[in-house]
C-alpha cells in the first residue's frame, strides 16, 4: 500500500527526503479494500457486522474511510473476511473478483428455504407453506441457482443455500457465516 508523499525534514538511513503516509488516502485506501473482500464474499454490511461482533456503523465507517481506525476494529474485520491484516495492508493486496450479486429472495423462496432444513421431504415443506411439491421444487432450484450452490451435490445444497443466504443478509433469523 503505497499512500505516501514526501515532507522536507530528517531523512531516512540513505538519505532523501522523509517519507509520511497521507492519513486520509490511508484511510480511504483501507475501506476500499474491506469493501472489496466484503463484495467477493457476498456480504452485506451488516452480516459482517455481526459476523465481527461489531455495530454495523463501524463497518461504514472503515468503508468510508472518514474516521479514525482502531485497530482492534480491523482484526475484527479482516478475521470475518477470513484474511490475514498483513494481507489486506500489503502492496502484494490485489482486487477480488466480485461475487454475482443476489437481488433477494421472494417471501416464498425465504419461506421455502428457511422450513427445508436437511433431511425434511419436499412434500412435508409443501405442506407446511401451502403449495405443491413441484412448487417447492422449483423455488428451491431457483434458490440454488441465485445463490450459486446448485453445482454442488443434491446432499450438500440446502445446507449451503442456507448458509449463503445467511451471510448474505437475506434470511435474518439464521446465523450469519459469511464465506471465505
Do not use: N
Not at 515532507?7 to 475501506?31: K, N, Q, T, W, Y
Not at 456503523?57 to 498483513?86: A, D, M, N, Q, Y
Request: hydrophobic content about 40%; glycine content about 8%.
Amino acid at each position: 500500500m503505497t499512500v505516501r508523499r514526501t515532507v522536507a525534514g530528517l531523512s531516512p538511513a540513505g538519505g532523501g527526503p522523509a517519507v509520511h503516509l497521507d492519513r486520509d488516502e490511508f484511510l480511504a485506501d483501507i475501506g476500499d479494500r474491506v469493501r472489496a473482500e466484503r463484495h467477493a464474499r457476498g456480504c452485506s454490511q451488516l452480516a459482517l457486522a455481526e459476523r465481527c461482533g461489531l455495530p454495523v456503523k463501524s463497518v461504514r465507517h472503515v468503508e468510508c474511510g472518514t474516521s479514525p481506525l482502531p485497530l482492534f476494529t480491523l482484526v475484527e474485520l479482516c478475521h470475518g473476511l477470513g484474511i490475514s491484516i498483513s494481507y489486506l495492508l500489503s502492496d502484494e493486496w490485489e482486487m477480488p473478483a466480485r461475487a454475482e450479486p443476489v437481488r433477494k429472495l421472494t417471501p416464498l423462496q425465504a419461506r421455502i428455504l428457511r422450513e427445508a432444513v436437511p433431511g425434511i421431504p419436499l412434500a412435508t415443506v409443501a405442506r407446511r407453506v401451502g403449495t405443491s411439491r413441484q412448487a417447492v421444487a422449483a423455488r428451491l432450484s431457483e434458490v440454488y441457482r441465485l445463490l450459486g450452490v446448485s453445482h454442488l451435490p443434491r446432499e450438500e445444497r440446502r445446507e449451503a443455500a442456507v448458509r449463503a443466504a445467511g451471510a448474505r443478509g437475506l434470511l435474518p433469523d439464521v446465523p450469519v457465516e459469511c464465506t471465505a
